[in-house]
Nanobody, 130 residues
Framework: QVQLVESGGGSVQAGGSLRLSCVVSGYRYMNYCVAWFRQAPGKEREGVAELYVGGGSTLYADSVKGRFTISQDIANRTVHLQLNSLKPEDTAMYYC???????????????????????WGQGTQVTVSS
């Protein structure tokens, strides 16, 4: 059973930083993708960063490129999302999600296709004040 547990959210002022962590358990092989999504009140869930755990390739949404960094700690099966230069519009619930099926079939991560990500964490709140 695949499980994801997030941590690291909080409240910061604009310009501040946070680091989110997602511990992934249940995959036998290092051949899966992890993505971070966020959802603000009244808005759709959107993907912000994606990592192919097996190969290390990454993808970022234009809105966070240059400010957010996704990385992995292989030994601890953890994927981090470093959030720098935070803006009030980054305020949202942040979720990590994992896919091990699409990437095995296609060799690529789902590019934030919510329907392809079958496993989700509980979410962690990020609040940025101006």
């Amino acid at each position: 059973q695949v499980q994801l547990v997030e941590s690291g959210g909080g409240s910061v002022q604009a310009g501040g930083s946070l680091r989110l962590s997602c511990v992934v358990s249940g995959y036998r092989y290092m051949n899966y993708c992890v993505a971070w999504f966020r959802q603000a009140p009244g808005k759709e869930r959107e993907g912000v960063a994606e990592l192919y755990v097996g190969g290390g390739s990454t993808l970022y949404a234009d809105s966070v490129k240059g400010r957010f960094t996704i990385s992995q700690d292989i030994a601890n099966r953890t994927v981090h999302l470093q959030l720098n230069s935070l803006k009030p519009e980054d305020t949202a619930m942040y979720y990590c999600a994992a896919d091990g099926a699409f990437v095995v079939r296609t060799g690529t991560c789902p590019r934030w296709d919510i329907n392809k990500y079958n496993y989700w964490g509980q979410g962690t709140q990020v609040t940025v004040s101006s």
